[in-house]
């Protein structure tokens, strides 16, 4: 069974302050790992996927299949980044369904 | 180009009732996903179609059940509600024929059981 744990409910740091969103999962085989985000009032939408190794609006993130761990950073928080994250796994084959965490509230206070 | 659209925005039904959700995909997508997003939770998966066929199921019941058509839109299909069906229901599509799987959401429909 795969599972996506993302430890802290609510974050918030002061504008230009480094941020660091946890996420670790457990999955038997080789995952493709996800961050999605979701702005106030705006549908949820992909921020940035391990395969393509982008960098998005500042965030990335790097797979560590040692520790299952996907957590998603920025060196420089901006207001503008307050929003709800949510790490995700999909299966490499298959019906590619997506497996989300609970989320991660964050706010980027000024 | 257009993007997931999900009708009714909200929705209140009486327990033991059976409802009907409605997802248009994305022009050009073939594949659509179905999520239940419990309050405080993340989305979980429902099921999946691809060419009119489910393609994969999460856990749960029968009960829940869908379509997509020939256009590609999808419902979902909810009978014998329960309380705690309520929460928001997320469409998602993508083109899976093209290789890109990258799921773009809609909005979601607000589904209340009372």
């Not at chain 1, 409910?9 to 999962?25: D, M, T």
């Not at chain 1, 797979?63 to 790490?87: R, V």
């Not at chain 1, 796994?89 to 609970?102: M, Y």
């Not at chain 2, 999520?35 to 429902?46: K, T």
Request: hydrophobic letters at 30%; glycine letters at 8%.
């Amino acid at each position: 069974a795969q599972r996506v744990t993302q430890p802290e409910k609510l974050l918030s740091v002061f504008k230009g302050a480094p941020v660091e969103l946890k996420c670790n999962y457990s999955y038997s085989g080789s995952p493709e790992l996800f961050w999605y985000v979701q702005y106030s009032r705006q549908r949820l939408q992909l921020l940035l996927r391990h395969i393509s190794r982008e960098s998005i609006k500042g965030f990335t993130a790097d797979l560590n299949k040692g520790e299952t761990s996907f957590h998603l950073k920025k060196p420089f928080a901006q207001e503008e980044d307050s929003a709800m994250y949510y790490c995700a796994l999909s299966a490499s084959r298959g019906a590619r369904q997506l497996t989300f965490g609970s989320g991660t509230q964050l706010t980027v206070l000024p | 180009e257009t993007g997931v659209t999900q009708s009714p925005t909200h929705l209140i039904k009486t327990r033991g009732q059976q409802v009907t959700l409605r997802c248009s995909s994305q022009s050009g997508h073939n594949t659509v996903s179905w999520y239940q997003q419990a309050l405080g939770q993340g989305p979980q998966f429902i099921f999946q179609y691809y060419r009119e066929e489910e393609n994969g199921r999460g856990n749960f019941p029968p009960r829940f059940s869908g379509l997509q058509f020939p256009n590609y839109s999808s419902e979902l299909n909810v009978n014998a509600l329960e309380l705690d069906d309520s929460a928001l229901y997320l469409c998602a599509s993508s083109a899976r024929d093209s290789g890109d799987l990258e799921q773009y959401f809609g909005p979601g429909t607000r589904l209340t059981v009372t």
